[in-house]
């Protein structure tokens, strides 16, 4: 009883559901992008990463994983990209340098970056995607590969964003970040 | 005789790449804000005024600490994973920056202050660190640009200038993009035909951002090319080696260590290393993949000189691999060693080794009065930052001293480099889940009297005694032990150390063939010409196995004067083509025989083979000089003296050449360092007191006669010089 209690607090934690603004981003060929949901899209994960990036481009490998693994279960997996100098170029020639396959969204206003509340790249956020919206249900690390800078295992030895989807397709609590997200601070907009 | 040596090409790893993290608690210096404007109708001199009381200044503060100890690698292209040149470089990291300098990540420098005084340190100092935290608290203010100092110019070419010879990989390398870290060797054989010594070295990795660090080994045999005939042009995975060290005591002598901020490796005047024709480098790297598959096309560049090393130093460790066996969760896990010096010597680096459990390492030495003096000491050891650390002044030990090495390791999960989740029992191995213990110094034996035998053979002796001390059955320490013995002129110890390891492996062709040689030095020649005969039935059809044995053995039937010595010298030659000592061995017969134009034809290709060989370079003055050829002979004994210069022998050679081009005084002088290299040659003293005698040195002939005659009070030739200079008075 304790455990399903501490569960539900957990959740609701993350209840409400987000408004996404209308308009989230551009794509890398200068369009809106309007939706991070879709028909058929149970699950929305926004990875905020950083070109220059060094831990943040390390995982490109671990987000193409886990994009094969979910793909087909309704998960749509986004790269985000908010920091000013990540301009579409710069983020065109890196993913075809990383072979990044997933959809990409330029943070351009930052708009995602306060709607998931994150702070670094790479860090991971997490939407429940049904009719009523969005609803965050995740934030934080990808794994535990890193604890903090120079303190790196040989591997990860917990896999927290592929726990979090896997838990929220088996319609199960959503475990949280066991630690800190560890990388590169996203750079603030020039007021 | 050949000998083997374990070598670590060791696996090492200097931080490089260097990850900047940000915590989530750090919110408050996290987000960067907008640079702080300067008042804009402040005066110079106001602004000066505000600086230097308020926060500091990139301009003013920072650019210059992070230009001395960070730009080596954080520029475009280096091997940092992003520019520190300018000032939105570091307003954009600067948050991070003060994260890895408060914890002491970067720069990458793990021995603790205090516990040897190292050169080149990149540890930063408190004020350093200070000031970059107090400028990230102050946000990052960018102050005056015009006192800001220049950034350091870096380029694609290479450091020293166009090397001599420039190695490339054979093929480049795929590193994947993801995964664990990979160790990888690379072999780069050496084209040349002919010996250079090696006084730089740079190495381009190509992608110097993946590379952790990179150490090179010198594969004096080409033994790991022909272990790995179809795959070596790509690379071959494992962290550490065992080569071949050849056939000659040739200890290995220098670290050849790569990191990234230090990619120019020069070494000491006096102390180049050498490379042979057929000599291979094998590049072992420490490769870190960066999300993206990555080409690696390294290349080495190589910096000669003509000079041959003047001094002549040696690698030794302590070690405890055989005392490696850790519990699973065991996190003080602590293995020590200990070694005495048998000889003075200098300590001109260290290089502390362990894999992904290693945690505390100490080295030490005693002093023979007691006195205590820090060698090392890693508290936190990191293998990604591990580095050769080398003294800013060399470190005399007196024979007698007593060096210590103390690690100790952690095998529990709280280890976050350790490799197995939930921890496993681990024992010594090369690959990065195993482990090793080994506490390598560079030394320098000093004090050494003149004419002594090689300092290094007997530092290689007792260094080998105390390895067998530990692993008795260990092979590779018994052959080395014995060949050092041998080396030594201890021959009757030696044939028991050889005979000792033969039972481990009666048909070995090496073995036989070493002791063979160390039988003959012990005037057992008939038994060593049985062994030798036994290591060339033992090589069966591989002629290249049976170089050696047929060589000594025809040396040996050369000195014992049997005449089968030449149609062995000429097997041997047919079948070992490059044997330059064969060809030399075979001239010399040739020149006994009067056959000087032979002989001059078969130094000449052992000269070719090998220009290093003073031996080949002696015969062929005396094959010249058979000839006639005066000038010949004296330019082929100057470089040999040259190659040489403590070998009396080819001093009184040149000395007897040159009188007889009748530059007596020139023969003096090379008569006498002839004599100062070998004081008791009753011979020498006799024909010094000749040149003297013709030069109208009477009184110093006369010393010379009388100084033979001490030696040998029997000696004809200098009694009747004596008597004839006593006559002429």
Partial sequence: ?191 | MKRIRSISAVATLAASIAFFSYWRESTVYGANPAPPQEPAAASQSERKTTTVESSPTWSRDVASVLYKNCATCHHPGGAGPFSLLTYADARRWGPQLMTVTQSRFMPPWLPEPGYGDFADVRRLSDHERDLIKQWVDAKMPQGDLAIAPAPPHYDANWLMGKPDLILKVARPFTLPGGGTDVFRNFILPYPLKETHYIRAMEIRPGTPQIVHHANITIDRTGALRRQFPNDWQNGMAGMELMVDAGNRFDPDSHFLFWKPDTPALVEPPGMPWRLDPGNDLILNMHLKPSGKPETLDAEVGLYFTPDAPAKQPMLIDLERDDALDIPAGDASFVVEDSFTLPVDLEVMGVYPHAHYLGRDMQGWAILPNGEKKWLVWIRNWDIDRQAVYRYKEPLLLPKGTVLHMRYTYDNSSTNIHNPHAPPVRVRAGNRSEDEMAHLWFQVLPVNVPAGAPDPRLLLEETWMRARLSKTPGDQVSLYNFAAALAGEGKFTEAVSAFEKELSQSPHDVRTLTALGVALEGAGEWQQAQQRFRSAIEAAGTDDSSACDPRFDLASSEFRHGQPEAAAEFRTEVASCPEDAEALTGLAQIEIEANQSTQAVQHLTEAIRVDPSLANAHEQLARAHAQSGDLQGALAELEKAVQLKPDDATIHSGLSQVLAATGSLQQAIDEQRAALKLLDDDADGWNNLGVLEARTGHVPAARDAFEHALRLDPGHAQAKSNLARLQSQD
């Avoid at chain 1, 408004?19 to 990875?47: C, E, K, M, W, Y």
């Avoid at chain 1, 279960?73 to 997933?102: C, K, L, M, S, Y």
């Avoid at chain 1, 319609?171 to 630690?179: A, E, N, R, T």
Wanted: hydrophobic share 40%; glycine share 6%; with cysteine.
């Fill in chain 1, 1 to 191: 009883m304790l455990r399903a209690a501490f569960a539900l607090i957990l959740a609701g934690m993350f209840q409400a559901h987000t408004s996404v603004p209308p308009d989230v981003g551009i794509d890398l060929n200068g369009n809106r992008v309007r939706q991070l949901s879709g028909p058929g899209i149970h699950v929305v994960a926004l990875i905020f990463a950083a070109t220059d990036c060094p831990i943040s481009n390390r995982y490109v490998p671990e987000i193409e994983r886990l994009n094969r693994e979910f793909t087909k279960q309704g998960v749509r997996i986004w790269w985000v990209f908010p920091n000013p100098e990540d301009t579409a170029t710069t983020v065109a020639r890196h993913n075809q340098d990383f072979a990044i396959t997933e959809n990409t969204v330029l943070d351009t206003r930052q708009h995602l970056v306060q709607l998931a509340h994150v702070t670094t790249t790479p860090e991971a956020a997490v939407f429940k995607s049904d009719a009523n919206g969005l609803r965050e249900v995740y934030r934080g690390r990808i794994d535990d590969r890193y604890l903090s800078i120079g303190q790196e295992r040989p591997q990860p030895q917990h896999h927290d964003l592929d726990a979090a989807i896997s838990a929220i397709l088996a319609d199960k609590p959503v475990p949280q970040s066991g630690g800190p997200p560890i990388g590169c601070s996203i750079v603030p907009l020039q007021k």
